[in-house]
């Protein structure tokens, strides 16, 4: 059974150093560092160390921020590497999960993360109606309409003109998504004209 840690900083000039000491004070056998912020999506070496855990191993953190960014995305690393019987402890914060008081942290932190998510969607919809209330489109603008006629055209022809949907995409602008949505929508929209007759 490994004890792995992870330590993290936010910027290339910040140091890794006390984090380092911490954890091999606590008599970590591993330790995988980075610099990244907090918002990176990417976090090469945490994904590294969560997937060089084992089932019995634990992972030790100096702090929680260190390693997530949100209560959501603590909850959801620490749920997975639970189902996986790995532990997860935070020497800042005193935490240790496989305790009944880390245990009972945890099962706040679930509920925690689900109020987050609540506020969020609430949020969104409220937005939502608001937007539609006011009439304003919501979520990314869409290409111009002779574009994508433009784009439908050159991709129900491209048989003749040789073109492909990578090619009708750079010439128009229109996304490939949108080429097929509008085409199949064109053709639906065709077939039940002709299912009239």
Known sequence: MAIIGY???????????????????????????????GGTAERAELQKALEYLR?????????????ARSTFDLQNIVTGLQERDINVVFIKENIDF???????????????????RDIIKERTAEG???AKAKGTHMGRK???????????????ERDTNNLSVNEIVKMTGV???????????????????????
Do not use: H, W
Not at 142 to 156: C, H, I, N, R, S
């Open 7 to 37: 330590a993290r900083v936010s910027t290339t000039d910040q140091s890794l150093d006390i984090q380092v000491d911490k954890l091999n004070e606590y008599g970590v056998d591993k330790i995988f560092k980075e610099k990244y912020t």
């Open 55 to 67: 089932e019995g191993d634990t992972l030790v953190v100096y702090k929680i921020d260190r390693l």
């Open 98 to 116: 496989a305790s009944p008081a880390g245990k009972l942290m945890f099962t706040m932190l679930g509920a925690i993360a689900e109020f987050e």
């Open 128 to 130: 939502r109606e608001k």
């Open 142 to 156: 869409g290409k111009p309409t002779k574009d994508v006629e433009k784009a439908v055209k050159l991709f129900k």
């Open 175 to 197: 996304p490939r998504a949108t080429i097929y949505a509008k085409s199949k929508e064109i053709a639906n929209k065709t077939n039940k004209e002709v299912a009239k007759l």
